[in-house]
């Protein structure tokens, strides 16, 4: 089926750096990626979608500058957080959506990635 | 814009008990609802999801779901749950589009713990 590839699994990164999350769509083409955030024993939240070769959608209070999002490629989107903070200490889970065969409409996501900033 | 409820923030059941984890949602157009499961530090597993046809729909690992459109619901329920079912478990929905890709919009989820 339809696999996203999220890298890294974890990181840990010191406060003040920045740290980059990838992840790549390995046998489909994914034009749409959604990066989700989740809190320790919460929802997962929708940050932005991305839509390669266009800027990215920020929902409302999300800071842009903070979380850049790149789409370049129909199988790469990436998040850079950016002067990373402790609070900025989460879960991030890439999600593509789906419409073709097999799967038919749904979408799929990555294993997620587990920063602590510390 | 849509919305999820999901009822029970915790449900603990002894082993190979049914269960039923309740979903509500709203929305002022038609949607699509999904289950998904999530193992701690892991992503998102699809358990089911129901776009159009049967409402009762079947998913992996013996779980089902029935899609009740007057009572706006997409309750999960297994008949005989294992202590491997233990995890959090999200109601989502997405906006019926005919073909475009909408965000997914999720509960709060779920925690099932299945207890020996």
């Known amino acids: 089926g339809a696999v996203v590839s999220q890298h890294p699994s974890w990181v840990i990164c010191k406060s003040g750096t920045s740290v980059k999350i990838e992840c ?3 046998d489909f083409q994914a034009t749409t990626m959604f990066w ?3 809190f320790p024993k919460q929802s997962l939240m929708l940050m932005a979608t991305s839509n390669e070769g266009s800027k990215a959608t920020y929902e409302q209070g999300v800071e842009k500058d903070k979380f850049l999002i790149n789409h370049a490629s129909l199988t790469l989107s990436t998040l850079t957080v950016t002067s990373a903070h402790p609070e900025d200490s989460s879960f991030y889970i890439c999600s ?4 073709g065969p097999p799967e038919g409409y ?3 996501f990555g294993s997620g990635t587990r920063l602590t900033v510390v | ?3 999820v409820t999901q009822l029970d923030s915790q449900v ?3 082993e190979e008990a049914p269960v039923e984890l309740r979903c509500n949602y709203s ?3 038609s949607v699509y609802l999904f289950w998904y499961v999530q193992y701690p530090n892991q992503g998102l597993q699809l358990l089911l999801k129901y776009l159009s046809g049967s409402t009762l ?3 992996i690992n013996g779980f089902e779901a029935e899609f009740n459109k007057s009572q706006t619901s997409f309750h999960l329920r297994k008949p005989s749950v294992h202590i491997s079912d233990t995890a959090e478990y999200f109601c989502a929905v997405s906006r019926n589009s005919g073909g475009s890709n909408y965000k997914l919009t999720f509960g709060k989820g779920t925690l099932l713990t299945v207890n020996p």
């Open chain 2, 1 to 3: 814009a849509q919305s």
């Open chain 2, 57 to 59: 729909v079947k998913g």
């Open chain 1, 106 to 108: 749904g979408y799929t």
């Open chain 2, 12 to 14: 603990p059941v002894f």
């Open chain 1, 24 to 26: 790549r769509s390995l």
């Open chain 2, 27 to 29: 929305s002022s157009v």
């Open chain 1, 96 to 99: 593509a959506p789906l419409t």
């Open chain 1, 36 to 38: 989700y955030r989740q």
